[in-house]
């Protein structure tokens, strides 16, 4: 089956700064990757996600990209914010999967130092 | 419009005892999925339902069973709990089975 991992797990910036989390998968028929940020306490909410025919996503100061010859996506985020501070996790679906059944990631903390 | 909506937001049980947790699907979503989510780890399937029918499984035990009604809200229910099942475990709807997930606060089950 998938199997998903996550670069790194925590990682902390300097308010203003770039962060990059990048994450691996295994199937080669996965076909939507979504990025869900999750605060403390609070509902993982879908920020981003990227289908395998599109390479690059942009969505403001958050960007997507995926190398599908090479299994990975990232996700980058520019100008980052204290707001930004929060556990990202990505995620992957497989085309011969049935339905919305996700394998996420273990998650990457992030903290945005002011 | 009405997000995912989940209750109880709490509960303690003990090992052995029977769980049941409700979630309303988000307004004109027709599928809901299930994921559990352990401290410090990413959500875990554990189904999904569409139309009422079970559409897809992941790896657990068939203690964990659930339903979905005609107006698409949903039950997660696990029978003899064990210490290892506490987790938040999340619901998530969506419009299709496969259009993007949309979760919902979770319900933080503790088993003592």
Do not use: M
Not at chain 1, 22 to 50: H, M, V
Not at chain 1, 60 to 88: G, M
Not at chain 1, 100 to 110: C, H, P, R, S, Y
């Amino acid at each position: 089956g998938e199997n998903v991992e996550q670069h790194p797990s925590t990682l902390s910036v300097q308010e203003g700064d770039s962060a990059v989390i990048k994450c691996t998968y295994s199937d080669s028929a996965s076909n939507y990757f979504p990025w869900y940020k999750q605060e403390l306490g609070k509902r993982p909410q879908l920020i981003i996600d990227i289908r395998s025919n599109v390479g690059e996503k942009k969505d403001q100061r958050i960007a997507v990209t995926l190398n599908k010859t090479a299994k990975h996506f990232s996700l980058h985020i520019t100008e980052t914010q204290p707001e930004d501070s929060a556990v990202y996790f990505c995620a992957a679906r497989s085309a011969g999967e049935y339905g919305n059944k996700l394998v996420f990631g273990a998650g990457t903390i992030l903290r945005v130092k002011s | 419009e009405t997000g995912v909506t989940q209750s109880p937001t709490h509960l303690i049980k003990t090992r052995g005892q029977q769980v049941t947790l409700r979630c309303s699907s988000q307004s004109g979503h027709n599928t809901v999925s299930w994921y559990q989510q352990a401290l410090g780890q990413g959500p875990q399937f554990i189904f999904q339902y569409y139309r009422e029918e079970e559409n897809g499984r992941g790896n657990f035990p068939p203690r964990f069973s659930g339903l979905q009604f005609p107006n698409y809200s949903s039950e997660l229910n696990v029978n003899a709990l064990e210490l290892d099942d506490s987790a938040l475990y999340l619901c998530a709807s969506s419009w299709d089975r496969n259009s993007p997930l949309h979760f919902g606060n979770g319900t933080r089950l503790t088993v003592t």
